[in-house]
């Protein structure tokens, strides 16, 4: 029987939030592999803030979605058909699959894709979220790019996202005061009582700037920023002389298409390190996984996912990184377990 693979092309450039229009959702016959290649069916697709960036034409570290092309996406799949030597069937893979049912990867491009173990130790959406980049990118921004020391003062944003809610229990596990921005007091809460947060401040409440100040009585030694904007400009203000920023998103600009205000002054002031980074760069992240995998087996850390379901709902789906119902790392489940 022939397969048939869903794909969802970009059709238009959004503006502000995604659209369905924006995407057209295309039929075609799986072709028959040739040699060296393997056919990957996608179980998840990792929603991340980053694919509305690839939506929009402007300057990125990759280039942006051509019009027509398959919405570039990260995914985690299982191969169902091989004719490469180094994949057999069953074996789990994850990479940029693309918003589709089915991809094809060749021995080429294997360097492009992480061959994971058929039958992980933790369940296959945690590989997406803690074990997986969100995990990857909190892990490096916190040991190496603005590493945090036992007694200092660390401020997450987006805190109870998939990225930042990882930052808040590495910070404590490495005995810091930990300090997490969310939006809305349930957020809040769950940051405190579940995820063991010292304090959270809702910056959707009218005193929050107030409430920041409260929570950080010694100012902030390090800020692992995600959202930039009035969030970050406000953490800015409170850090002690000689802060460290990990500077991981500005997700506040991603659908206003605004750039970030050009007043620098504050990290001259406080003689600041910004440092911006990008997970992507760590190749070999073994290491970073193995010990988040630790992490989670031990309930040392906590991971949430938002699991939706239907690769035709991917680009409404997305939207709830930006309107925050999400909790946790944000996915979708193209297809059940093969
Ligand atoms: N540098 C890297 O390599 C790298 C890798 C992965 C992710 N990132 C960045 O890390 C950040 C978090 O990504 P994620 O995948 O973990 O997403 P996420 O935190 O799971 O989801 C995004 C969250 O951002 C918050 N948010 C959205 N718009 C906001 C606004 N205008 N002001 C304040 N908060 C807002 C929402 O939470 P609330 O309900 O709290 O508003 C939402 O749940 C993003 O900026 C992303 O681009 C960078």
Known sequence: M?????????????????????FDLQEYPVAELKDGEVLVRVLYLSMDPTNRVWMSDIPQYMPPVAIGEVMRGLGLGRVVMSKSANYAEGDL????????????????????????????????????????????????????????????????????????????????????????????????????????????????AEDWKKALADATPDGVHVNFENVGGPVMRAVLSRMVNGGRVALCGLIANYTSGARPSDDYSVIIVKRLTVRGFLAFDYRDTQKAVQELIGWVLKGRIKAEETIEDGLENAPLVLNQLFEGSNRGKLLLRVSDEV
């Open 2 to 22: 022939s397969r048939i693979n869903r794909q969802l092309r970009l059709k238009s450039r959004p503006e502000g939030l995604v659209k369905r229009e924006d």
């Open 93 to 204: 893979v994850q990479g940029l699959l693309g918003w589709q049912d089915y991809a094809v990867i060749d021995d080429s491009h294997l360097k492009d894709y992480v061959k994971l173990p058929p039958r992980p130790p933790v369940p296959l959406p945690t590989l997406l979220g803690a074990c997986g980049f969100s995990g990857i990118t909190a892990y490096y921004g916190l040991t190496e790019i603005a590493p945090v020391q036992p007694g200092e003062t660390l401020v997450v944003s987006a805190a109870a996202g998939s990225v930042g809610s990882i930052v808040g229990q590495i910070g404590k596990l490495r005995g810091a005061r930990v300090v997490g921005i969310a939006g809305g007091p349930e957020k809040c809460r769950y940051l405190i009582d579940e995820l063991g947060f010292d304090a959270a401040v809702d910056y959707k």
